[in-house]
């Protein structure tokens, strides 16, 4: 089945101690992203990716990390959490960018205390 | 830079009743366009784009969206809804000109009652 797995479900941490939310997907997509959905905002791009060792900054980059070393697999890093990243994080995908279709996992809950 | 705006943050509607769903965005470059839909607990799923041809595009369950480039909108509607299109809905704008990015609005709760 095509689909996009996150892990964990949900999540609860202190302030300051890393984390690592992964992704991984298994259709072959080139493209990759993570969002941060909040009540209000809708979902913020956070960083993505369009291939393989090429990362990039969404809309709000500040306190995340991620890295594509295989196509599959782009895992979000938050090196020291802080309250202000509690926040619903999906990843998603698509065989390219432009007007193609997403693809979203079922999403993380994470809460920073 | 580009944004994207949802008139409605919620719309109650009762079963069989019509609903429209407002998107307003802010290009006036060429854009492509789409709706996303998310479920109680679920990742968001596409409903339907548009990016090019036919404005009026249409969806497998009944949902269809305008693209009017002079009012820069792409209005969802349907004709009668049901207790299961209770969900929330995004409109979503990516512009070939900005890169990468598909730019969400803050979305719409569609609430059907019985």
């Known amino acids: 089945e095509a689909q996009v797995t996150q892990n964990p479900r949900y999540l609860i941490t202190v302030t300051g101690k890393k984390l690592t939310v992964t992704c991984s997907q298994n259709?072959?997509?080139?493209?990759m992203s993570w969002y941060r959905q909040d009540p209000g905002l809708g979902l913020r791009q956070i960083y993505y990716?369009?291939?393989?060792?090429?990362?990039d900054k969404g809309d709000v980059p500040e306190g995340y990390k991620v890295s594509r070393k295989e196509k599959r697999n782009f895992p979000l890093i938050l090196e020291s959490p802080s309250p202000n990243q509690t926040s619903l994080y999906f990843c998603?995908?698509?065989?390219?960018?432009?007007?193609?279709?997403?693809?979203f996992g079922s999403g993380t809950q994470l809460s920073v205390l | 830079a580009q944004s994207v705006t949802q008139l409605d943050s919620q719309v109650p509607v009762f079963e069989e009743a019509p609903v429209e769903l407002r998107c307003n965005y802010s290009?006036?470059?060429?854009?492509?366009l789409f709706w996303y839909v998310q479920y109680p607990n679920q990742g968001l799923q596409l409903l339907l784009k548009?990016?090019?041809?036919?404005?009026l595009v249409e969806s497998i369950n009944g949902f269809e969206a305008e693209f009017n480039k002079s009012q820069t909108s792409f209005h969802l509607r349907k004709p009668s809804v049901h207790i299961s299109d209770t969900a929330e809905y995004f409109c979503?704008?990516?512009?070939?000109?900005?890169?990468?990015?598909?730019?969400f609005g803050a979305g719409t709760i569609l609430r059907v009652k019985s």
């Open positions: 998603a995908s698509s065989f390219r960018t432009l007007g193609e279709k997403l693809f």
């Open positions: 259709m072959n997509h080139e493209y």
């Open positions: 990716s369009m291939n393989v060792e090429v990362t």
């Open positions: 290009s006036s470059v060429s854009v492509y």
């Open positions: 548009y990016l090019s041809g036919s404005t």
């Open positions: 979503a704008v990516s512009v070939m000109e900005y890169g990468n990015k598909l730019v």
